[in-house]
C-alpha cells in the first residue's frame, strides 16, 4: 500500500524568506512522487517530479525537492519566497496496482501557502 | 493545442439530477482520469481509463459512470446527482506509460443542493 502525508495543512512565510513543505510517503517499492500547485480557481500545475534518477530534483519557478530514501521523505524548499508563491501545493505518489503499468497518483491533502509582504 | 479543456466550469443541479462533465484533450494522449476535490482530501481518483473502449475504477466511483468511445473525450455522468456530490471535478490526461506527468483541466465546480 502507498499513501503520501504532508505534514502541514497551512504554512505562512514572509516574502524573501525561505519556503519549506513536508511531504512523506510510504511506499512498498521505489516510487515516483511528483508536487503540483494550484492557484485560487485554477488547475493543477505540475512544479517537479521524482523518477529514480537524480535525488535533488530541480523544478520551475525556483523550486527544488530532495527525495530521502531513509526518512521517506520528499520535501519541498525555495530559498526565497515571492508574493506568487500563494497558493495550495500537493505532494502525489504514483501507486501501482498489481499489474496495472500506468499508475494512478495518490494524492496528500494539501499545504495552503500564504506570503505575507 | 488547448490541452484539457472541460465544460460546464460551473453547474448547480438538485438532487436526483443527471447530468455530464465533459473532457476533452487535443494531445493524443492515452490516458484519462477524473478527480474530486474536497476540502483537506487533496484529489481522489474516480475513474480512469488507458484508451479508447478501457476504463476502469478509481477510489471513489459510486455514483458516477464513465466512457471512452474516442482518444479526445473523457465524459463523466452523474446518474442520481447527490448532495455528497457537491465538489471540483478535475479531468487529467496523460501521454507516456506511466503516466509521469499528468495535464490537469481548469475544473467544474459542481453545487448539489
Known amino acids: 500500500a502507498q499513501s503520501v502525508t504532508q505534514l502541514d495543512s497551512h504554512v505562512s512565510v514572509s516574502e524573501g524568506t525561505p519556503v519549506l513543505l513536508r511531504c512523506n510517503y510510504s511506499s512498498s517499492y521505489s516510487p515516483s512522487l511528483f508536487w503540483y500547485v494550484q492557484h485560487p480557481n485554477k488547475g493543477l500545475q505540475l512544479l517537479l517530479k521524482y523518477t529514480s534518477a537524480a535525488t535533488l530534483v530541480k523544478g520551475i519557478n525556483g523550486f527544488e525537492a530532495e527525495f530521502k530514501k531513509s526518512e521517506t521523505s520528499f520535501h519541498l524548499t525555495k530559498p526565497s519566497a515571492h508574493m506568487s508563491d500563494a497558493a495550495e501545493y500537493f505532494c502525489?505518489?504514483?501507486?501501482?496496482?498489481?499489474?496495472?503499468?500506468?499508475?494512478?497518483?495518490?494524492f496528500g491533502a494539501g499545504t495552503q501557502v500564504v506570503v505575507t509582504p | 493545442n488547448a490541452g484539457v479543456t472541460q465544460t460546464p466550469k460551473f453547474q448547480v443541479l438538485k438532487t436526483g439530477q443527471s447530468m455530464t462533465l465533459q473532457c476533452a484533450q487535443d494531445?493524443?494522449?492515452?490516458?484519462m482520469s477524473w478527480y474530486r476535490q474536497d476540502p483537506g482530501m487533496g484529489l481522489r481518483l474516480i475513474h480512469y481509463s488507458v484508451g479508447a473502449g478501457i476504463t476502469d475504477q478509481g477510489e471513489v466511483p459510486n455514483g458516477y459512470n464513465v466512457s471512452r468511445s474516442t482518444t479526445e473525450d473523457f465524459p463523466l455522468r452523474l446518474l442520481s446527482a447527490a448532495p455528497s456530490q457537491t465538489s471540483v471535478y478535475f479531468c487529467a490526461s496523460a501521454w507516456e506509460r506511466g503516466g509521469n506527468e499528468q495535464y490537469f483541466g481548469p475544473g467544474t465546480r459542481l453545487t448539489v443542493t
Open positions: 494531445m493524443n494522449h492515452e490516458y
Open positions: 502525489v505518489v504514483r501507486r501501482r496496482m498489481g499489474t496495472d503499468s500506468w499508475g494512478k497518483l495518490q
